[in-house]
C-alpha cells in the first residue's frame, strides 16, 4: 500500500516543533488506510532527525546537503515531488516554507492542494474540513483524487507519541535543478528573536483601544511575561505603529493558539475571522458591547493602559510562585 | 516588459457570509464583491514597475464568468492596460486546475513578469502564483514584501517566520504579493472613465478538474457563552485564576 509522506522543516538543522504537528496528522490519516507514514526532511549536513520515530515515522528519508540549508523553493520541490513517488497523500506544515512548498509539489505531481487543513480523514477517498472566507465559513471537501497534497496550519493536530522504528534513510540529491533561477541567498533575522504569532501558542494582541504608538508596550510586557507572539490588529498595523507580520485577521495571519489575549480590540468582522479558531479567548476592552465579547471565553470591561499591567504582574507572580 | 497580473473577484472581507440554500455556496446577493486585496498590491507593483521603465504593458488576466469584468475594470482603472477574461465556471476551489487554464495563457502571452496577490482572501487558498510557476518552469517568490528589479534579474523578500529571507532570481519569473509590499493607489476619476475604453477580451476556457468536491459550506461552530470576569484591574486575578485551574491554559 502507499505510503503518507510528510514533508518535514528544519531550520538551522533543527527539526521543527510544528513538523511533529504534521507527523501526527499522517500517523492518524495512515492509521486509517493502513499504511505507513515516511518523513522527508531535507536539510544540510548533519540535520539532527533524531526521534521523528516517537511521533509517528516509520521510515525517515533524509536529503541532506549544505546547499539546502536555506529554503530552495524549486529544488526542494523537485527533492519532495521525487521523494512522493507512489504515495498516497503528502502532507506538510502550514509555515510560510509549507506555504509555498506544498503547492510546488502539488502541481509537479498532478495534484489537488488543499492548505489550512483543520481535520482529515478517510480510508480510499480522504475527506477534510477547512476554513473558507477566512473562518467565516468551513467547507467540507471530498478528495477523489490520489494522490493529494494537504497542509496543516499550525497548532490544529498535537504531537502525539507513536513509537514507530523511524528508520533512517539517505536519499540522493540531486545536482542542482536546471535551470537554477531562483535562489535563496540569505536570511536576515532580527538581534533578537521574535515569536511568529501564527506559530507561538499563546498570542496577546493590541487595537485601537491602545491610544498611543508607545503604550504598545503594554502589549509587549504581557506576552513578553507569557512567553507569547505579539500580535496587532489591522487598524494598528495601518496607522504604522506595528509590522504587517503582527497582523491578526482576514488580510494578515489566521491563527489558533491555546490562549489569544485581545486587548483594546473591538472585534471588527475580519478580524475576528483571523483568531477565532483560538482555543481561549480572553478580551479587555472598556465597551462592554464590543463585539470581540461575544466571541471571548472570558472578558474584562476596563482600561487597557490599567488592566494589562495589572495581568503581566500577576503572569509573573505566578510563574516566579 | 510586459507584465500579466492575475486577479480574482472575491466578497469583502466587510461581508457577512450567508451559507445558501444548497449548503454548498454563499448567498451572493447583497454581497459587495472587490478585487482581492492582495491583488491590489500586485497591480500596484505592476504600475511601478512600467513607471520607472518609462513603458511597457500591463495585462490583467481573470478567471471567472462575466462579472469578473468589473473586478478587471477597477485594475484598468488603476492603470493597468487591458485586460484578459478567462471565462469559466468555477464551482470548488481547485487552484490546480485554475493554475493549469492560467499556465496555458500565460504561456501564449510571453510575459516578463506574473504577479498575483498571495492569496486570495475567499477560499485563502494560496497556491495558484506557486503551481503556475511550476507547470510554467519559471523561478518563482512567493508573499513578497520587497521587490528590486534591474537588467533582467531580481531581488524579492519574503517574510519567514522570525526572519525574512532574501530570494534572487532572473526573469521571466512569477511573484506573488503580500500587505506592506506598496500603498495600493486609489483609481482617479479620469482612471475610471478611460478604464471604460480599455480593451476587454474575453476566451472560453474549459477547467480540468483534479478530482475534489465541495460538499458542504458550514458555519463555525458557535463558541460557547463565555463570560464577564468583571471590571477594571481589580478583576484581573480572578482572571488569571480562571485561566489556570479552569481553562489550564496557564
Known amino acids: ?321 | 516588459m510586459k507584465i500579466a497580473v492575475c486577479v480574482k473577484r472575491v466578497p469583502d472581507t466587510e461581508a457577512r457570509i450567508k451559507v445558501g440554500g444548497d449548503g454548498k455556496s454563499i448567498e451572493e446577493s447583497g454581497v459587495k464583491f472587490v478585487l482581492n486585496p492582495f491583488d491590489e498590491y500586485a497591480v500596484e507593483e505592476a504600475l511601478k514597475l512600467k513607471e520607472a521603465a518609462g513603458g511597457g504593458e500591463i495585462v490583467v488576466i481573470s478567471l471567472g464568468t462575466d462579472a469578473n469584468q468589473e473586478t478587471m475594470r477597477t485594475a484598468l482603472a488603476m492603470g493597468a492596460d487591458k485586460g484578459i477574461l478567462l471565462k469559466a465556471e468555477v464551482t470548488a476551489p481547485d487552484s490546480l486546475a485554475v493554475a493549469k487554464a492560467l499556465a496555458a495563457e500565460l504561456k501564449a502571452g510571453e510575459y516578463d513578469l506574473v504577479l498575483f496577490g498571495k492569496l486570495a482572501v475567499d477560499d485563502g487558498c494560496h497556491a495558484v502564483g506557486p503551481m503556475v510557476a511550476e507547470l510554467m518552469e519559471l523561478p518563482c517568490v512567493s508573499s513578497i514584501s520587497s521587490l528590486e528589479i534591474a537588467d533582467g534579474k531580481g531581488t524579492a523578500e519574503r517574510e519567514i517566520e522570525g526572519g525574512i529571507e532574501v530570494v534572487e532570481f532572473s526573469l521571466p519569473a512569477i511573484l506573488t504579493t503580500e500587505k506592506g509590499l506598496n500603498e495600493p493607489r486609489y483609481p482617479a476619476l479620469k482612471g475610471i472613465m478611460m478604464a471604460k475604453k480599455k480593451p476587454l477580451e474575453t476566451k472560453e476556457v474549459t477547467l480540468e478538474g483534479s478530482g475534489v468536491e465541495l460538499t458542504a459550506l458550514a458555519y463555525p461552530p458557535e463558541r460557547k457563552e463565555g463570560r464577564i470576569v468583571g471590571e477594571g484591574p481589580d478583576a484581573v486575578p480572578a482572571l488569571v485564576d480562571a485561566l489556570k485551574n479552569e481553562a489550564k491554559v496557564l
Open chain 1, 1 to 321: 500500500m502507499a505510503a503518507i509522506l510528510a514533508v518535514l522543516e528544519q531550520r538551522n538543522g533543527e527539526v521543527k516543533r510544528v513538523s511533529h504537528e504534521v507527523l501526527s496528522a499522517a500517523r492518524s490519516l495512515a492509521d486509517g488506510m493502513g499504511v505507513e507514514v515516511h518523513a522527508l526532511v531535507i536539510g544540510p549536513g548533519g540535520t539532527n532527525v533524531d526521534g521523528l520515530g516517537a511521533f509517528g515515522a516509520d521510515k525517515v528519508l533524509v536529503a541532506a546537503d549544505d546547499s539546502l540549508q536555506l529554503y530552495q523553493a524549486h529544488r526542494y520541490a523537485y527533492i519532495a515531488a521525487s521523494a512522493a513517488g507512489d504515495c498516497s497523500a503528502v502532507l506538510i506544515a502550514g509555515t510560510s516554507m509549507g506555504r509555498d512548498l506544498g503547492p510546488r509539489i502539488a502541481a509537479r505531481m498532478g495534484a489537488p492542494y488543499f492548505n489550512d487543513v483543520k481535520s482529515l480523514e478517510g480510508s480510499g477517498e480522504i475527506s477534510i474540513t477547512r476554513p473558507m472566507y477566512s473562518g467565516k465559513a468551513i467547507a467540507t471537501v471530498k478528495i477523489t483524487a490520489s494522490p493529494c497534497v494537504l497542509s496543516v496550519p499550525p497548532n490544529a493536530f498535537a504531537p502525539v507519541e507513536a513509537g514507530k522504528a523511524g528508520a533512517v534513510e539517505e536519499v540522493a540529491v540531486p545536482e542542482a535543478v536546471e535551470p537554477a533561477r531562483a535562489t535563496t541567498v540569505n536570511v536576515k533575522e532580527p538581534e533578537t528573536a521574535v515569536l511568529d504569532v501564527s506559530e507561538s501558542a499563546i498570542v496577546v494582541s493590541g487595537g485601537r483601544g491602545i491610544k498611543e504608538e508607545s503604550d504598545f508596550k503594554v502589549v509587549e510586557e504581557l506576552a513578553a511575561a507569557l512567553n507569547g507572539a505579539v500580535g496587532a490588529s489591522r487598524a494598528v498595523v495601518d496607522n504604522g505603529w506595528r509590522s504587517h507580520s503582527e497582523q491578526v485577521g482576514q488580510t494578515g495571519k489566521t491563527v489558533s493558539p491555546n490562549l489569544y489575549i485581545a486587548l483594546g480590540i473591538s472585534g471588527a468582522i475580519q478580524h475576528l475571522a483571523g483568531m477565532r479558531g483560538s482555543k481561549v479567548i480572553v478580551a479587555v476592552n472598556k465597551d462592554p458591547d464590543a463585539p470581540i465579547f461575544k466571541v471571548a471565553d472570558y472578558g474584562i470591561v476596563g482600561d487597557v493602559m490599567e488592566v494589562a499591567p495589572r495581568l503581566t504582574e500577576e503572569v509573573k507572580k505566578l510563574s516566579e510562585g
